[in-house]
């Protein structure tokens, strides 16, 4: 039984869902950089704006990570077979640190048989575990301490047997080989084991003494996954199968936060895709509505640094907003997801930063997305280079998702070698 027993803290009563009582709130400019100086152009943004808005991002919400470390990879197994044939299954053991107490990713990797050359791939964190992903019984469990909760009737935080495949729907293997793509997961834990307690896990532990984990900005728990979302990178820049300039990182809620931050600190990633990312992901924070930061940084302490929680029902005092954040991809595509139902992560606020957000773009000459809130209608995708869509039901990713997802990683060529767009 694991050590730790720990389950989030119940959604709090405290909470504004009504449209008509949203207070009215101004956004801080993303293209004022701090000393008041307007950023007018792309090489101004670069130069000025984006390494201070990272900085700003890193000292107050998520906390500052250390430099990329070399990583080594094993290949633990390879199954040509997998999928009735349609994807070679392959685990990796990508290892971050040095000797005793270095973290071993588990990376789980689908490429599509009988691609023309290095395949496009969409990488991203599971919450309980990569057997969870797929029902496949040849794949490991996960190992060490997993989220227990009523939906996942997960006993004592010990991955089950009985949990194969419990996550299939937010992982659509074969519909993404079916198109070409590979897909590639990790287990959240391997990274940095989701709970508030001291661990000797993680690549937080494994580099423990590159940061001060007492201050203020040291890392939380979404720059550590968004760490090691950039050390699988390095993963599979080694797989030949796979094209590393062609992946788009994607999360769904906690992981979306953590795929938008990835893909803001490396522009590696090509396509930066987050679904019902909501609070610290992209929900607009000023925007009094669903969750705010007073919740998140309540019930998930160690998701950010220690600064954010200064920011509890003080919103207005943050020198940006998230629009800014989905500024950082700039020019890169980046792809926003959410559901109706899902007020607790305010579609309505993550589309108000798609819009804010677009003005960067404009800057590179690309335009974001440019749509009114009240036009939005269901299952209908909009947007340019920032794109977006609400579909029906509540708060989840499913292949109705990635149907859209796929039609805008192809729209921006991130798509198999020689397919047309
Ligand atoms: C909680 C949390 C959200 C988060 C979500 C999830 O609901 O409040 O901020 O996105 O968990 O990760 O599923």
Known sequence: MSTVRWVSPPRPADVDYDEARVPPFELPDVLVASDGTRIASAEAWRARRRPELLELFSREVYGRTPPPVPVRVAVASVDEQACFGLVTRRELDVTVGEGDGSAVLRVL?????????????????????????????????????????????????????????????????ELLAAAGYALVTVYAGDIDPDHPYARERGVRYALRDALDLDAGDAWGAISAWAYGLSRVLDALEQLPEIDAARVAVIGHSRFGKAALWAAARDERFALAVASGSGCAGAKLSRRRFGERVAHITTRFPHWFCKNFHAYADREDALPFDQHALLALLAPRPVYIASAEQDLWADPKGELLACLAASPVYALFGRSGIDVSPEAIRLNVSYGDHIGYHRRPGGHDILAADFWHVLAFARRHAIQESGASH
């Open 109 to 173: 990797v689908f490429v599509p048989r009988g691609a023309r050359g290095p395949v496009p791939a969409f990488l991203g964190i599971n919450l309980l575990g990569n057997h969870t992903v797929h029902p496949d019984p040849k794949i490991r469990l996960a190992t060490g301490w997993v989220p227990q909760s009523p939906e996942t009737g997960i006993p004592d935080h010990e991955p089950t047997e009985a949990s194969r495949g419990m996550h299939a729907r937010r992982w659509p293997v």
